[in-house]
């Protein structure tokens, strides 16, 4: 069956340094997005690419940036971490023809 | 720009009890708009979306262009319906998908 994956699962990491938060799917979508996930303000989106070597910014890409070098993969690169990246990460990738998003199980970063 | 406003982030409604989880949003173009739920450790996933007017898991929910809303509704609240659920629009030739802040369900027994 065709899916989104995301790893790892779970990170903790240290103020500075640098993390990537992989994205893998297999259902072929063009459109992929990234999202973080905080109380008080749901999903927001960091990056998205609607396909490869198109990569946008979102509404919170600050100290984020990502690249699409195929089809499946999305990695979201946290350049120098910081305590307010704390946070739950989704990626998902969207079926074309009705808009639906997929999403993976989510990334959850604590950044210390 | 666009925006989409879940005005409770938590709801608390008896077993049996009808429910409505409100959503407005604000778009000057003509909108697509969603409601995504996230059960407890499960993924994110679509729950309906306002052009296919179907009914799902007995939710159900209207395009208000008047009011600019599209709440969801289930007449007879499940324990299982307990979950995170998220207002979505869909804007613009970019097809860009904004989510709102999220209402935490709650059905007691």
């Known amino acids: 069956d065709a899916e989104i994956t995301q790893s790892p699962r779970h990170k903790i990491t240290e103020t500075g340094r640098q993390v990537t938060l992989a994205c893998h799917q297999t259902?072929?979508?063009?459109?992929m997005f990234w999202y973080r996930q905080d109380l008080g303000h749901g999903l927001r989106l960091i990056h998205y690419?609607?396909?490869?070597?198109?990569?946008n910014k979102g509404e919170v890409s600050d100290g984020y940036s990502v690249s699409r070098s195929n089809t499946e993969d999305l990695p979201l690169t946290l350049e120098s971490a910081a305590s307010s990246q704390t946070s739950v990460y989704f990626c998902?990738?969207?079926?074309?023809?009705?808009?639906?998003?997929?999403f993976g199980e989510g990334s959850r970063l604590t950044v210390l | 720009a666009q925006r989409v406003t879940q005005p409770e982030k938590l709801l608390s409604v008896f077993k049996g009890a009808p429910v409505e989880l409100k959503c407005n949003y604000s778009y000057s173009g003509s909108p697509e708009l969603f409601w995504y739920v996230q059960y407890s450790r499960q993924r994110l996933q679509l729950l309906l979306r306002h052009i296919s007017r179907e009914s799902i898991k007995g939710f159900t929910a209207d395009l208000n262009k008047g009011e600019t809303s599209f709440h969801l509704k289930k007449p007879f609240a499940q324990e299982e319906d307990s979950a995170m659920y998220y207002c979505?629009?869909?804007?613009?030739?970019?097809?860009?998908?904004?989510f709102g802040s999220g209402t935490q369900l709650t059905v007691l027994p």
């Open positions: 998902a990738s969207r079926e074309t023809a009705t808009g639906e998003l997929f």
């Open positions: 690419s609607y396909g490869v070597q198109d990569t």
């Open positions: 979505a629009l869909m804007s613009g030739s970019a097809r860009q998908l904004t």
């Open positions: 259902w072929n979508h063009n459109n």
